[in-house]
């Protein structure tokens, strides 16, 4: 399904291309990091901590150790010392960190620290020694309600000498107390989400692959990011970077829960170059509901000044967050973006923020799409708060506010510049498909016979593609072979966001190739340049940009030799169908396998380059529209209709733009509804299996409906990211729907998650 | 997730599979589609020396009238008992109740008899059995013997059955005259372990009075219930007088205890349960009236 353009050449950027790597993983083709299997290879299982805080008092590791089969128990004391250096690329040596000991040294933290390393003959094995090595525990004191963690007397880390990791106050609340107190209309209160995390299909996971022989260390990584894999290993085991390579093949997911390098991962790099054979590990989903990290699990209080007629005069949000005891990164900075974000694609002339960081007994936090998307439900379920105490449409009372066009660019008071947005157009839109006049008609009718529907609105503004830093960087090569094949190689970490099928496309139209010539390799640091990977919504719109660069120089050789050999000028010559013509005579020209064969050396039709970002990040916005019927008696809610109006720019590929938005809104539907990664009050995880972590399925989620508004950012092609929106518009336009299905009963919703049960509590209220 | 190491046996017939049973004791379980099983021991929940797969026994399965009731062999699977015509013109609660256990995927390896002899008190096969005063049949060493459902369900994911008996069938009653069945339930998402359920069945007499009614209870304690009191109360009333949100009720005010976790409160629960008691009453009670 493609389209020609007017030039002739196929074009393949904007079509409903095929992904090229649905083949492979449909008929059971992928490669995950539990279908490698190295001779001799050698299997590890951690033994983690069953108690939320305890001082550890002895290991015993011989009866493990006798078991036949079993190779290696580690310890911390034979793990640790080995670290040399351990810090993320793209977060910098000079950042503060948060202790990452390999292994659970002297004290275990919370339920599923890893306390111990078993290598055996085989996971079984491993898993049957683990529950003989028997560590003596002395429980002490656990913070488990960050709530009340900055005054509780236990300390998670007695060396910080605080439960408090870290705080920020840009301006305090009360520098704003006389517009409040002025303001015709004030909507003020207390939001909580719930944890919950991301819970990609595939666990984590890592084969290391030492050879003593040759100094070499290979990691197979179930990763978002081989070429961090890659550095943080060399660093961590203090080996040059180049004798380290990392092959990523198929990812099951991510997510943000696969950017960094975590202890477990870490305990893996430490012991593999020691046990003499290749090393697996494959996190289980007991180990990633225990140990992957948590994300979510933070609340604010969010206040908002209006005058008469609605319009918004100043924002504030206070914000408290959960950080279990081994964040990963440092937390401050994603803390802040909360508050910096806050404002929103509105008018928001006053605001600042207070953010707060917490250390707790429970499992550390991680990245998690949209990390900051608490700005939005806050925000979004105040205004919708507010408009009914100010007796106003919800939507009436957004449209006042969304920035307009001609308002661009546009400073928030929190010092972001939005530029090249659409608010109020997907909103519009997002409207216009649901035709919300007529929704509100049948929920008056439904109600009038006892049925409660509601509608949830939600927009939001999104950094996408950070251009700083190393974020800001992206290679590409591009080969033609002397067989005609072309080959793009991209730094990788696609996890299910198709980076292989759309650097299949613009290469494709960059060179005037057909498609069906261009392969990529990605995700194998021995053959391609440095990239960060997935992160940020970043790897579409950034690879576009190497892939543009790179092209351009292969372009050019492609014309000259074209040229000499057609004896045309340069200008005379196009490039189609893997073919270069003369522009007047389209029958006289050579193909890309002939002129490839024509260079010089095989590799004379090669090139690498890399693109550099032009702007610090590129912003992106969408509405979320949702209704849903709730059965007053049971507290189900049943989604009726999803709609989801995006602008990221012109799309490189629609089905891969609406699947990123269609799995983000699953998973925030999910947060709202059914996932709770719930520990009880002595800091014992509750939900460790998929009979208790609930995942929307199928079943629950109705048909998303798609709109597109086009803003070209100022990146390559005028793409923007939208890997993490979904995740950050689902959340407050579910929880806004119930909370207008139930508005009959006064009820205001201001904690998560909304279960049937706590929707008929707020009802019995 | 690895299950500790056991041996495997693979017997051919209920008389070997009960000796088999008999002679390993109580380091010994009985596999069958080990939908339940299977999970328990990979999370090292349960761990067992012997595990006797009694997949490949064929007298265990099999659907067919027997003393006026409906057999069920205990190896037949779910998907079997779904799929059967008999099911569902003898046994109608057992048809509506058997979609509502987990996913077609698991129902096509679940059987009939690893469900009742699990024993989940949330379970649908349990609560129907219950209801319907089925009869488990039983294999050991030392014969045959039959155990009504009433004496059958100890407790929580325990039964009246030795370690070393085999169940080998059910025989579920068949109802005749003017009756109709419903089962309701609610579940935090399509397929998951009910919350709360209902499966109710009413047969009424030629001037719509209630000849007879069972109230079978599905995750309202610790093993499936049955409001006794309540059906007795409701014998002899005409149904039209009844309302459903009275049996709902009347139902929830005469249970024992009711379970607490994290998808909801004791409290929760038994209002859940008086809707779906309500609903299915509701249901039951129009299919006995018109058919
Ligand atoms: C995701 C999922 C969702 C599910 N949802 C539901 C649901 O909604 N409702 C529901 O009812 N069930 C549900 N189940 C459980 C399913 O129905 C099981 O199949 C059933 O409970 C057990 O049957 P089985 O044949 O798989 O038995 P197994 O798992 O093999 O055995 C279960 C137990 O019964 C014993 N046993 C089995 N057969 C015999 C026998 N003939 N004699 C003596 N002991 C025996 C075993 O020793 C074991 O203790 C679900 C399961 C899964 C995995």
Redesign the pocket.
């Known amino acids: 399904m493609t389209e020609r353009a007017a030039d002739g050449g196929a074009r393949y950027a904007g079509a409903r291309v095929h992904r090229v790597e649905d083949d492979r993983l449909l008929t059971g083709r992928g490669t995950f990091v539990d279908d490698v299997s190295l001779p001799g290879m050698l299997h590890a299982c951690f033994v983690r901590s069953p108690i939320a805080r305890a001082a550890i008092q002895r290991i015993d590791t011989s009866a493990a150790l006798a078991l036949p089969g079993v190779r290696f128990v580690f310890t911390a004391a034979d793990l640790n010392p080995g670290v040399r250096e351990q810090w993320h690329t793209t977060i910098g040596k000079e950042m503060p960190e948060t202790p990452r000991p390999p292994l659970a040294e002297g004290e275990v933290r919370f339920v599923g620290d890893p306390v111990a390393l078993v290598v055996a003959e085989s996971r079984y094995l491993a898993e049957d020694a683990a529950e003989l090595v028997e560590v003596d525990y002395e429980p002490l004191p656990a913070v488990v309600d960050y709530t009340e963690a900055e005054h509780a007397k236990a300390l998670v880390h007695e060396s910080h000498g605080s439960n408090v990791i870290a705080q920020l106050t840009t301006v305090p609340a009360s520098a704003f107390d006389e517009v409040f107190a002025s303001a015709a209309h004030v909507a003020s209160e207390t939001i909580y989400q719930q944890a919950y995390a991301p819970v990609p299909i595939e666990g984590r996971g890592l084969v290391v692959d030492y050879s003593s022989v040759t100094g070499d260390l290979t990691i197979h990584a179930s990763t978002q990011t081989p070429h961090e894999v890659r550095l943080f290993c060399s660093r961590l085991l203090g080996m040059p970077e180049e004798r380290v390579r990392v092959v990523t093949r198929d990812t099951g997911g991510g997510f943000g829960q696969k950017v960094m390098v975590q202890r477990d991962e870490m305990c893996l790099m430490l012991a593999g170059p020691v046990v003499g054979a290749p090393l697996k590990w494959v996190e289980d989903r007991r180990e990633n509901l225990l140990a992957a990290g948590k994300s979510r699990q933070e609340h604010a209080a969010v206040k908002m000044a209006f005058d008469a007629d609605g319009a918004i005069q100043a924002a504030y949000i206070d914000f408290v967050q959960d950080c279990g005891a081994y964040p990963t990164p440092w937390p401050l900075f994603p803390a802040a973006a909360v508050g910096t974000f806050f404002p929103g694609p509105y008018r928001v002339p006053r605001g600042g923020f207070a953010v707060k960081t917490l250390y707790t007994n429970t499992v550390g936090r991680a990245p998690y799409r949209g990390p900051w998307q608490f700005e939005s439900l806050a925000r979004e379920v105040l205004l919708d708060i507010a408009a009914r105490q100010m007796h106003v449409d919800p939507a009436e009372l957004r449209r006042r506010n969304l920035l307009r066009r001609d308002e661009l660019p546009y400073k928030n008071p929190n010092g972001m510049n939005y530029d090249n947005i659409s608010p109020l157009e997907t909103f519009e839109q997002a409207l216009a498909m649901l035709d919300y006049a007529k929704f509100r008609a049948e929920q008056a009718e439904a109600r009038s016979a006892g049925r409660y529907l509601g509608v949830g609105l939600a927009n939001y503004v999104e950094a996408s593609t950070p251009g700083y830093g190393v974020y800001g960087t992206e290679p590409a090569t591009i080969r033609i072979a002397p067989t005609g094949r072309i080959t793009v190689y991209v730094a990788g970490g696609s996890s299910g966001n198709s980076i292989e099928t759309t650097v299949v496309q613009l290469t494709a139209d960059a060179l005037g190739a057909k498609i069906e010539d261009v392969d990529t390799v990605q995700g194998d640091t021995a053959v391609t340049g440095f990239g960060a990977g997935t992160a940020g919504s970043r790897s579409g719109s950034m690879t576009a940009g190497a892939v543009r660069e790179t092209a351009a120089v292969l372009r050019e050789r492609i014309l000259a030799i074209a040229a000499h050999e057609l004896g045309v000028a340069i200008e005379d010559i196009e490039l189609a169908d893997s073919r270069a013509s003369v522009r007047a005579k389209p029958a006289v020209g050579v193909s890309f396998k002939d002129l490839a064969a024509l260079a010089d050396a095989p590799a004379g039709l090669e090139a690498s380059a890399r693109y550099t970002a032009n702007s610090p990040s590129i912003w992106v916005n969408a509405t979320h529209v949702c209704t849903c019927e709730v059965d007053v008696a049971t507290g189900r809610v049943q989604l009726l209709r999803y709609i989801v109006s995006e602008d990221c720019g012109p799309m490189i590929n629609p089905n891969v733009v609406e699947g990123q938005i269609a799995g983000g809104t699953v998973q925030g539907i999910g947060g709202v509804l059914f996932e709770h990664l719930a520990y009880d009050d002595d800091g014992n995880p509750v939900a460790t299996t998929f009979m208790d972590y609930l995942l929307p399925t199928a079943a629950e989620v109705p048909a998303i409906e798609f709109g597109h508004i086009e803003t070209p950012s100022p990146g390559p092609g005028g793409y923007k990211g939208v890997g993490e929106g979904g995740a950050i518009g689902a959340p407050p336009a579910v929880v806004n729907a119930v909370a207008d299905a139930l508005s009959p009963f006064g009820v205001k919703i201001t904690r998560l998650p909304l279960g049937p049960s706590q929707i008929v509590a707020l009802l019995d209220r | 997730m690895k299950p500790a190491p056991f041996e495997y046996h693979a017997p051919n017939t209920v008389a070997d599979a009960a000796n088999l049973l008999a002679e390993l004791g109580d380091g010994a379980?009985?596999?069958?589609?080990?939908?339940?099983?299977?999970?328990m021991l990979a999370l090292r929940l349960a761990v067992f020396e012997h595990l006797v797969d009694?997949g490949r026994i064929a007298e265990l399965s099999g659907i067919e009238r027997r003393n006026g009731a409906l057999w069920i062999g205990?190896g037949t699977t779910?998907a079997t008992v779904e799929a059967s015509a008999l099911v569902a013109s003898e046994v109608p609660l057992l048809a509506v109740a058997t979609p509502?256990?987990?996913h077609f995927q698991?129902r096509s390896?679940?059987?009939l008899?690893?469900?009742i002899?699990?024993a989940?008190p949330a379970?649908?096969?349990p609560a129907v059995a219950l209801a319907l005063d089925a009869t488990m049949e039983v294999v050991s060493p030392r014969g045959r013997r039959t155990i009504e459902a009433r004496d059958f369900f100890a407790g929580l994911w325990s039964t009246s059955?030795e370690p070393d008996e085999?169940?080998v069938g059910v025989s579920f009653p068949i109802w005749g005259g003017r009756s109709g069945f419903a089962v309701e339930e609610f579940a935090r998402r399509h397929?998951?372990?009910a919350i709360a359920g209902a499966a109710i069945g009413i047969e009424l007499d030629a001037v719509d009075r209630i000849r007879r009614c069972t109230l079978g209870l599905i995750g309202l304690g610790s093993t499936p219930e049955r409001a006794r009191t309540v059906e007795a109360e409701l014998a002899g009333r005409p149904v039209t007088d009844v309302e459903p949100d009275e049996v709902g009720r009347l139902v929830m005010a005469a249970l024992p205890s009711v379970p607490s976790d994290l998808h909801g409160s004791a409290a929760y629960r038994k209002r859940v349960g008086a809707a779906m008691v309500a609903r299915a009453w509701t249901t039951a009670a129009a299919e006995a009236r018109h058919g």
């Open positions: 379980k009985v596999l069958s589609g080990g939908q339940s099983l299977v999970p009694i205990a779910q509502l256990i987990g698991i390896r679940g059987t008899g690893g469900s002899a699990h989940d379970a649908e096969y059955m085999l169940l397929g998951d372990f």
